[in-house]
């Protein structure tokens, strides 16, 4: 495509059992027209989080074709994107 990928960042609070891959699977599938990828480029582990919890931070891709997106189908994306990883691993989205 011509046009420029977008790329949103979203940390979740989740169990420390809960594989990495596990969270890109689910952020990926949210919208598989236009999501391209999602990486982890970061991990947290504290008990100020909960008893057991961890923070992951990924990144994910957007890839536009044929319009540019606008910026409330970004948003759209955004809310499905943590609707389907709260709904794969029980994690949250980190305020």
């Known amino acids: ?15 420390r059992s809960v594989e990495a891959a596990k969270v890109l699977r689910a952020a990926e599938g949210a919208d598989k027209k236009l999501i391209a990828g999602a990486t982890v480029f970061d991990l947290f582990e504290s008990d100020a989080l909960g008893a057991g919890k961890k923070s992951l931070a990924i990144q994910v891709t957007l890839q536009p074709k044929g319009k540019t997106l606008t ?3 970004i948003d759209e994306i955004g809310r499905k994107v943590v609707a389907e ?3 794969a691993t029980g994690g949250t989205l980190r305020g």
């Open 1 to 15: 495509s011509d046009l420029q990928p977008v790329r949103r960042d979203f940390a979740f609070v989740l169990d």
């Open 71 to 73: 910026d409330e189908e």
């Open 85 to 87: 990883v709260g709904k």
